[in-house]
């Protein structure tokens, strides 16, 4: 009914920021409970204290409060209460009763949204199904939703004050932020309407077998060359040219030089992979003697001013360096529902999952959403080639920070790194989001990660710069390096389908190799192919299948809708 009911403090950079607990007591009863909870800021919001409750009624109603002051003055684009909608909700009839009074009839979008579809609420009726019904009363504020699946979260999200109105604010002393968010049940869940129970065991079914059945190709594979001035290793040329990449991206910025291409062309040419070269305000004229390069085989224009693509300046670049130019976004899927660029036969955007929170949690499950923005690019642009670039598991950059010099990362690492990259975690997350862009059929490429350090595949030699706070080994392949060896030995997936998405969740692979991934902090058990196997807490198990013939070919290409 509900995926989550949190507290938000964003900045003027529209970075969350998180919370200190310092006190949480819990009250438990046979049919109620409480929590009361006295949490306080962090960074500009240090001295901002709010008070939480959270009751839970026998009638199966829940009411959830916060109240907070702060102390000295600062800055917040939005501090209170937000609620997510499951995507499951998708197509689902909402009623909304808004702040005048008045009622409308609506329902949560099945395609992406590029606008809130939910404004000026009071309340939101969501229709389960009939004879079951959920309610969210929201006061203390003017609530409004957006469809957060357009930066990768598997949510609709209802947030308090407007987008319209003017950001950011000043929360003053003295001023008292108070809010409630109230969920109530109209309806009797009936023995048929009972959720599923959580089996010791999730089934993984695979839909296509060794005489032919449900497959698809797999998109091309490719990485991002280190952008620091890292020279690849010959140890680390011989473990990437053993991934077959089909192509490496690299990224020239106005400062660049022709020989900083020569640099990285003569890196790719060691792996054996051919360059896509993403030019970030870099001047094209530059490069007219890389026209003919075979080795380039497609240019990205990206305007570091503009949230898109102009079409204008894909023909510039095209008269200086040939046809196979292309353009889109450098940021994420929302921009292109958004401007929707014309022009460009090559159309591309960058995803990762913690746009909005990186709680491990939150990060598992929005691997899912990644099927759904396929799809709905590859509506938006059904004849073009359709490439995400890059995947990351962090934010490379903030594309919304007004003040960068005081958007400061909330970890002892930089903003750009997530101490997960070198851990299970990030193998685990990547097979869900391959399996959730291989499956929809609707992507013809991508580019995941870097070679090496921080952000890549493999340690370099000289370790982590931060051991204490991203705990690798000196050259060691981290376990995301195996998924991509993996993907080495396919052409393809077969789609599979979890009892219990939310627990295991599988990518299937042409080669015979079935990658089962646990999205939660406890073992689990899954049973595939009659084979029953333990999936370590946010970790992978491979499993083989039985008389698979490895030679077979992907038969079909064609993107599947949604449900």
């Given at each position: 009914?509900?995926?989550?009911?949190?507290?938000?403090?964003?900045?003027?950079?529209?970075?969350?920021?998180?919370?200190?607990?310092?006190?949480?007591?819990?009250?438990?009863?046979?049919?109620?409970?409480?929590?009361?909870?006295?949490?306080?800021?962090?960074?500009?919001?240090?001295?901002?204290?709010?008070?939480?409750?959270?009751?839970?009624?026998?009638?199966?109603?829940?009411?959830?409060?916060?109240?907070?002051?702060?102390?000295?003055?600062?800055?917040?684009?939005?501090?209170?209460?937000?609620?997510?909608?499951?995507?499951?909700?998708?197509?689902?009839?909402?009623?909304?009763?808004?702040?005048?009074?008045?009622i409308e009839e609506s329902a949560f979008p099945v395609t992406i949204s590029p606008a809130q579809p939910f404004t000026q609420m009071r309340a939101l009726t969501h229709q389960l199904h009939p004879g079951l019904r959920s309610r969210i009363r929201m006061q203390g504020e003017?609530?409004?939703?957006?469809?957060?699946?357009?930066?990768?979260?598997?949510?609709?999200?209802?947030?308090?004050?407007?987008?319209?109105?003017?950001?950011?604010?000043?929360?003053?002393?003295?001023?008292?932020?108070?809010?409630?968010?109230?969920?109530?049940?109209?309806?009797?869940?009936?023995?048929?309407?009972?959720?599923?129970?959580?089996?010791?065991?999730?089934?993984?079914?695979?839909?296509?077998?060794?005489?032919?059945?449900?497959?698809?190709?797999?998109?091309?594979?490719?990485?991002?060359?280190?952008?620091d001035g890292h020279r690849l290793t010959t140890r680390e040329q011989d473990l990437l040219r053993a991934l077959r990449l089909t192509h490496v991206r690299v990224d020239l910025g106005p400062q660049d030089t022709p020989d900083v291409l020569r640099a990285y062309l003569q890196q790719a040419d060691a792996i054996g992979?051919?360059?896509?070269?993403?030019?970030?305000?870099?001047?094209?004229?530059?490069?007219?003697?890389?026209?003919?390069?075979?080795?380039?085989?497609?240019?990205?224009v990206f305007d570091p001013t503009?949230?898109?693509?102009?079409?204008?300046?894909?023909?510039?670049?095209?008269?200086?360096?040939?046809?196979?130019?292309?353009?889109?976004?450098?940021?994420?899927?929302?921009?292109?529902?958004?401007?929707?660029?014309?022009?460009?036969?090559?159309i591309t955007f960058s995803v990762n999952p913690q746009v909005h929170a990186c709680d491990d949690q939150s990060v598992m499950q929005n691997a899912a959403t990644l099927g759904t923005i396929a799809r709905n690019a590859r509506n938006l642009y059904p004849d073009a080639w359709l490439e995400i670039s890059p995947i990351t598991l962090r934010p490379r950059f903030n594309p919304n920070a007004t003040a960068p010099e005081l958007d400061h990362s909330n970890t002892n690492l930089p903003a750009f790194v997530d101490a997960r990259q070198c851990q299970p975690f990030a193998a685990t997350w990547t097979v869900l989001a391959l399996k959730a862009v291989a499956e929809s059929g609707c992507i013809d490429a991508v580019t995941a990660y870097r070679a090496t350090g921080w952000e890549g595949l493999i340690e370099r030699g000289e370790g982590s710069p931060q051991p204490a706070d991203f705990p690798s080994l000196p050259g060691e392949p981290f376990e995301v390096y195996g998924v991509f060896r993996d993907l080495a030995e396919a052409h393809g997936v077969?789609?599979?389908?979890?009892?219990?998405?939310?627990?295991?969740?599988?990518?299937?692979?042409?080669?015979?190799?079935?990658?089962?991934?646990?999205?939660?902090?406890?073992?689990?058990?899954?049973?595939?192919?009659?084979?029953?196997?333990?999936?370590?807490?946010?970790?992978?198990?491979?499993?083989?299948?039985?008389?698979?013939?490895?030679?077979?070919?992907?038969?079909?290409?064609?993107?599947?809708?949604?449900?």
């Open positions: 009914m509900i995926r989550r009911i949190y507290v938000v403090f964003q900045d003027r950079n529209w970075t969350a920021r998180p919370w200190v607990i310092e006190e949480e007591v819990v009250q438990e009863h046979n049919d109620s409970f409480t929590v009361s909870v006295l949490a306080r800021g962090t960074f500009d919001a240090r001295d901002f204290t709010w008070h939480g409750s959270i009751h839970g009624y026998p009638d199966g109603r829940v009411d959830v409060r916060v109240r907070g002051a702060t102390a000295s003055e600062f800055w917040r684009n939005r501090l209170g209460l937000c609620i997510l909608h499951p995507p499951q909700a998708s197509g689902d009839v909402a009623i909304v009763e808004h702040v005048d009074g008045s003017t609530f409004e939703s957006e469809d957060h699946r357009n930066w990768g979260d598997a949510s609709f999200k209802h947030y308090c004050t407007p987008i319209r109105l003017p950001f950011p604010v000043q929360v003053q002393v003295g001023q008292t932020i108070e809010q409630s968010v109230t969920l109530t049940i109209d309806g009797d869940l009936t023995a048929s309407d009972d959720p599923v129970h959580e089996q010791d065991e999730v089934l993984i079914s695979i839909h296509g077998d060794d005489v032919g059945g449900e497959r698809v190709a797999l998109p091309e594979i490719g990485i991002q060359l280190d952008g992979a051919p360059v896509v070269v993403a030019l970030n305000g870099a001047d094209s004229d530059a490069f007219a003697d890389f026209r003919h390069d075979s080795r380039i085989r497609h240019w990205l503009s949230k898109v693509t102009d079409p204008a300046a894909v023909d510039r670049v095209a008269k200086a360096l040939g046809p196979q130019v292309g353009g889109g976004t450098n940021l994420y899927f929302t921009e292109l529902n958004r401007g929707r660029p014309t022009g460009p036969h090559i077969y789609r599979c389908v979890s009892s219990n998405p939310d627990r295991i969740d599988a990518l299937a692979l042409d080669s015979g190799l079935v990658l089962v991934a646990n999205l939660t902090a406890e073992p689990a058990w899954a049973l595939v192919e009659g084979r029953r196997v333990q999936v370590p807490p946010h970790g992978l198990v491979r499993v083989q299948r039985a008389h698979h013939d490895v030679d077979n070919r992907p038969s079909t290409t064609d993107c599947e809708p949604d449900p």
